[in-house]
């Protein structure tokens, strides 16, 4: 496959995903993560960043180079001790990506590649995906359900 058909099928499972076809989405993730190497799936996810990337700039504006996106909770506990871990990675390589930190954003995906917990992976790529979707639909107007 090539680059440019990986990223048709980055930009398919995001459009399934805002469309509520969230099995086809994640399905189309599942088949890119039998097929491509893991430097691919690194691609894959900052190409699923990318979009979240457009939807948030769309809402919030261009950020000047003195901004920097953090993660937060509601309530001010420390989200690593309160946000499940897949929605922690998401957040977490979403704001990476965000913030042009590319060390951050490859240290994030080694880790949950990496993870002695077969499940994380997978997980942690299915979260980005769902929040990227999510971001789409906020930022798309007429598009909420």
Not at 20 to 40: D, K, W, Y
Not at 87 to 93: E, G, I, P, Y
């Amino acid at each position: 496959m090539t680059h440019e058909e990986i990223s048709d099928r980055v930009w398919e499972a995001v459009s399934h995903w805002v469309e509520g076809r969230h099995e086809e989405s994640v399905q189309i993730l599942a088949e890119l993560a039998q097929t491509q190497t893991p430097s691919m799936m690194y691609g894959v996810a900052c190409g699923i960043a990318t979009v979240a990337k457009a939807a948030l700039t769309k809402m919030h504006g261009q950020q000047t180079h003195t901004s920097f996106w953090g993660i937060r909770t509601l309530d001010g506990s420390r989200p690593e001790d309160t946000v499940p871990p897949h929605h922690l990675f998401a957040a977490r390589f979403i704001a990476a990506f965000l913030n042009n930190d590319t060390d951050t954003a490859l240290a994030l995906y080694q880790a949950a590649f990496t993870s002695k917990d077969p499940e994380l992976w997978p997980a942690c790529m299915h979260t980005l995906l769902a929040a990227t979707g999510e971001a789409v639909l906020a930022a798309t107007p007429g598009a909420g359900r």
